[in-house]
């Protein structure tokens, strides 16, 4: 069962960028804090960024700071990974995903506690 469908994904020169986007496969989706996670080859799955879908908040990795921004469109019910200043190791399948959190303890960075997938999106940054 897809839950959350990724779009956006596609080759790249490093340098240069990309969106990603999110939404829920079914109209009745609904998740307080959504996240983007990837894997590369070989690599374990790794924490991108996370928000919260009616608040504001954001959390991201040390890698992707002041490169990569998450954003909503509440209107719209998708979310976006914004990619800018793309390099070749940020090269990896992307995923969305969702889960139920509120107040202080909002942030996670474990996989296991997303509840929502997508089945991923390709990104590939070439030198």
């Known amino acids: 069962q897809v839950q959350l469908v990724e779009s956006g994904g596609g080759l790249v020169q490093a340098g240069g960028s990309l969106t990603l986007s999110c939404a829920p496969s079914g109209r009745s989706f609904r998740s307080s804090v959504m996240a983007w996670f990837r894997q590369a080859p070989g690599n374990g799955r790794e924490f991108v960024a996370a928000t919260m879908w009616t608040a504001d908040g954001t959390d991201y990795t040390d890698s992707v700071k002041g490169r990569f921004t998450i954003s909503r469109d509440n209107a719209k019910n998708t979310m976006y990974l914004q990619m800018n200043s793309l390099k070749p190791e940020d090269t990896a399948v992307y995923y969305c995903?969702?889960?139920?959190?509120?107040?202080?303890?909002?942030?996670?960075?474990?996989?296991?506690?997303?509840?929502?997938w997508g089945q991923g999106t390709q990104v590939t940054v070439s030198s």
């Open positions: 995903a969702g889960r139920s959190a509120y107040g202080r303890t909002w942030k996670s960075r474990d996989s296991k506690e997303y509840n929502y």
